[in-house]
């Protein structure tokens, strides 16, 4: 089989020691399988993307020696893909309008009744405040945040609901409660994380994908997906986490850590290398 792996970051700052380990750990498996390692730029919040820092993604990526094919895949060209696939999720009526705010949502999750409220992938699992006894009919509507109905996506997708994590299968246990209705449509961007990266893996024939143990969680809502959207499923690697001296998972604003930092401090590839632990 082929093996085509990819690195996906947000242009909304610089690349980190995390992220380095993520993209050499994915070049490294495609280089040994005989396989592709491909670069995808996941660009879907434009509000917080900036082509300044895609520029310094690929000159940080070439500069660790990786290279990829071109052009490079960019979310924001995808955006009528992603509508596609909510179209027909929302035919199947398996979404759902919401006009919950962030507050609303504490709020209704937080009340007495419910017991404390519980967080999934996403933060605070979704009460439900907005979900229809019966799947809301006519048109998708444009401009909303579309919700997954996640029991009744459990009950209709194909079987088995798992995913393989390297050779092991992983059960998708309980989601409706511990993970809950997922928002797939952003009123601002028109879709989600969850959707544009199974769409764009599918499309791009990812075989392995390769990123960090925080998006495990993640992984749950993608493999059902795509069984909702009859999409391969590819094989999944959560590898550690690069945590700075007090433990604490590197961010985007750890500008200390960040590449461009080393490299202008004349750190080589190989000291990169070496500080991630490869
Ligand atoms: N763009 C995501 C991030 O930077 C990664 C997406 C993925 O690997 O699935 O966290």
New binding site residues.
């Given amino acids: 089989m082929s093996f085509v792996t ?5 242009p ?1 700052g610089p690349l980190h020691l995390g ?1 380095a380990f ?1 993209a050499l750990l994915a070049h490294d498996r495609a280089r040994a399988a005989g396989g592709t390692f491909l670069l995808r730029i ?1 660009d879907l919040d434009r509000a917080r993307c900036r082509r300044e820092w895609e520029a310094q993604i690929f000159d940080d990526l070439a500069w660790l020696g990786l290279a990829w094919p071109t052009p490079v895949l960019r979310q924001s060209a995808r955006l009528p893909r992603y509508r596609a696939a909510l179209e027909t999720l929302w035919t199947r009526g398996l979404l759902y309008p919401c006009t919950c705010s962030r507050a609303d949502i504490r709020a209704a999750a937080s009340a007495p009744q419910e017991g404390a409220p519980l967080h999934g992938p996403d933060g605070v699992v979704y009460p439900g405040t907005c979900r229809p006894a019966m799947p809301p009919t006519g048109p998708m509507p444009a401009e909303a945040v579309l919700r997954l109905d996640m029991a009744r996506a459990c009950k209709v997708a194909d079987k088995p609901l798992s995913y393989m994590e390297k050779d092991s299968r992983i059960e998708l246990r309980d989601l409706p409660r511990t993970v809950g209705d997922v928002v797939l449509a952003r009123r601002d961007i028109g879709a989600s ?1 969850h959707l544009s ?1 199974v769409l764009d ?1 599918a499309d791009q024939g990812v075989t392995h ?1 390769i ?2 143990q ?2 495990a969680p ?1 992984t749950q809502i ?1 493999a059902l997906l795509q069984r909702l959207l009859g999409l391969p499923a590819p094989t999944y690697e959560h590898h550690r986490l690069i945590r700075d001296a007090q433990g604490k998972r590197l961010a985007k604003r750890d500008d200390a850590r960040a590449i461009a930092t080393y490299r202008a401090d004349g750190a080589t590839p190989r000291d990169i290398r070496r500080m991630v632990g490869l």
Avoid: E, K
Wanted: proline fraction near 5%.
């Fill in positions: 990819r690195f996906a970051p947000s909304t992220h993520s996941d994380y990266v893996d994908v990123r960090g925080d998006l993640a993608h």
